[in-house]
């Protein structure tokens, strides 16, 4: 006897497999939006702008012309590590501070050995130029130094030989020497027209800013020098006294 599919049947079966397919199909075939993923690029970018100005930076800490103290600080991403300076006083403490991401810092003093902390502000530029203002009790002062390393170990010889050295006071030769740069460094007495002594600590960056200071071993007679070596071998630069004094910093390269 032939099997008689009625029009009605087919449809309850067409609809019957429709649920099913829908059934077992439904979730796998559904279009799921993705949940949405924050970037971090800014994130990424905040970072990378804070760890352009890590390095090692020598600082002079300046008030009424007078330098009062010099450091050497260490910026680590964005953290200013804590560094000992050493002021006219003989006094040594430690350094510490933060840096944004737009080269805005702030650092201070901690220790119990000096009666006011100092809190200052101030900023890096791209060059890697430090400078800004703090304030002992009434006294409004400045601070102004440069990174002369990306790496602390990093050794710098391209300006390494011997420059004939002049300080210049009011057109007056004061002091006139020869230094030795090594390694991106030099250590130097030097005895100016009074017979004062000055022993001084150099340091050049790799776009040649060139710092000098004095070590505090005679905390009245000291200089402070900032300038910048040419590729020519030429340098020129200001100078202060611890006195007061200032002139202009003057030299050049000779043959070894």
Wanted: glycine share 8%.
């Amino acid at each position: 006897m032939p099997i008689v599919i009625s029009p009605s049947s087919i449809v309850n079966h067409v609809c019957i497999i429709t649920w099913l397919v829908s059934i077992l199909f439904f979730s796998s075939c559904q279009v799921v939006p993705e949940p949405e993923i924050q970037s971090i690029e800014p994130e990424i970018q905040s970072i990378n702008a804070i760890t352009e100005y890590d390095g090692s930076y020598t600082v002079s800490f300046i008030c009424y012309k007078f330098h009062m103290a010099n450091a050497t600080i260490d910026i680590i991403n964005g953290t200013i590590e804590g560094q000992i300076i050493q002021n006219l006083k003989q006094q040594t403490f430690n350094v510490t501070g933060t840096v944004t991401e737009n080269g805005k810092l702030k650092l201070q003093t901690t220790s119990t050995q000096i009666e006011a902390p100092i809190e200052a502000v101030g900023s890096i530029d791209n060059s890697g130029m430090i400078k800004g203002t703090y304030q002992v009790g009434n006294r409004n002062c400045e601070f102004i130094g440069f990174c002369y390393t990306k790496n602390r170990n990093e050794i710098i010889t391209e300006y390494d030989g011997i420059y004939q050295l002049d300080l210049i006071s009011s057109g007056n030769n004061v002091a006139s020497f020869k230094a030795r740069i090594e390694n991106g460094r030099f250590h130097r007495v030097i005895t100016n027209i009074n017979n004062n002594s000055y022993t001084i600590d150099g340091k050049v960056a790799k776009n040649g800013r060139l710092i000098m200071n004095t070590l505090f071993s005679n905390k009245n007679n000291g200089v402070t020098v900032i300038g910048r070596i040419h590729k020519d071998g030429s340098i020129m630069g200001i100078y202060t006294t611890y006195n007061g004094r200032n002139g202009a910093f003057s030299g050049k390269k000779i043959v070894e």
